[in-house]
């Protein structure tokens, strides 16, 4: 069997955070006295923790200064971190285990691409850690998704081309990036929204291991 390198996107691929960060941006929202609805975190997902705020603060004409701007990012991130805490492996998301396991049977580079700088206390909590051979995140990158960097730095760590990159995203913008980089994508979520994806699953257990096997031996381009 050949090694191809496996990048996951994390909220919204391996776990299901994106309703612990509306939460917390909720409550800020409303403090400052905009509403802020599900429908407006969709538009959040796989966007950096600034560019989110200042999308919100755009719903509701306000501008701030730097400095103001840090304490509500300070204050989001400290309730978020509140759910964060409490969380555990089961809430991995259905079908991902099956996933993980058998890229890791199988000897595969497995890889965390996340814009999230929170990334390492979720994979922690999840307990899912070890399964990574690199992790790059929001603290190791200086442009957001779309731009490629996150999977072109995560190939990178360990020594692969991005043509032999397979990605997993749940946002559109992750899977432009995972296009832009020359990478395999694949989007978890709905064809709708992701269909500038190679590939698109609703979630994990609509994808079948004869799938990830032929991933796995399908030749460079
Ligand atoms: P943090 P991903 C992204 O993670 C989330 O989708 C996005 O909603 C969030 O704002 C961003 O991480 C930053 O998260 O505040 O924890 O640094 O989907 O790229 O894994
Ligand atoms: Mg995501």
């Not at 691409?113 to 990574?132: Q, V």
């Not at 731009?147 to 991005?162: R, S, T, W, Y």
């Not at 698109?200 to 257990?205: G, K, L, R, S, V």
Request: hydrophobic share 45%; charged share 25%; glycine share 4%.
């Amino acid at each position: 069997m050949s090694k191809k390198t496996f990048i996951f996107d994390l909220d919204g691929v391996i776990v299901d955070t994106a309703k612990y960060h509306f939460l917390a941006w909720q409550r800020l929202a409303a403090q400052i006295g905009i509403e802020f609805t599900p429908e407006h975190n969709e538009q959040l997902k796989g966007v950096s923790r600034v560019r989110s705020l200042d999308l919100i603060l755009a719903l509701g004409n306000i501008e701030a200064t730097q400095t103001q701007k840090n304490e509500w990012l300070l204050q989001k991130n400290t309730e978020y971190l509140t759910y964060i805490e409490e969380m555990d492996e089961s809430e991995i998301l259905p079908g991902v285990m099956q996933v993980l396991e058998y890229l890791k049977q199988h000897k595969q580079n497995i890889v965390l691409g996340s814009a999230s700088k929170n990334a390492k206390p979720i994979l922690e909590k999840a307990k899912i850690m070890h399964y990574f051979d690199a992790i790059v995140d929001g603290n190791d990158v200086s442009n957001a998704k779309p731009d490629p960097e996150v999977f072109l730095q995560g190939a990178k760590k360990v020594n692969d081309i991005a043509e032999n990159c397979i990605v997993f995203e749940d946002s559109v913008a992750g899977i432009q990036a995972a296009n832009l980089a020359n990478m395999i994508s694949i989007g978890i979520g709905e064809t709708n929204v992701l269909h500038e994806a190679d590939y698109i699953f609703n979630d994990f257990t609509f994808i079948d291991l004869s799938f990830i096997e032929n991933l796995i031996n399908e030749k460079c381009v």
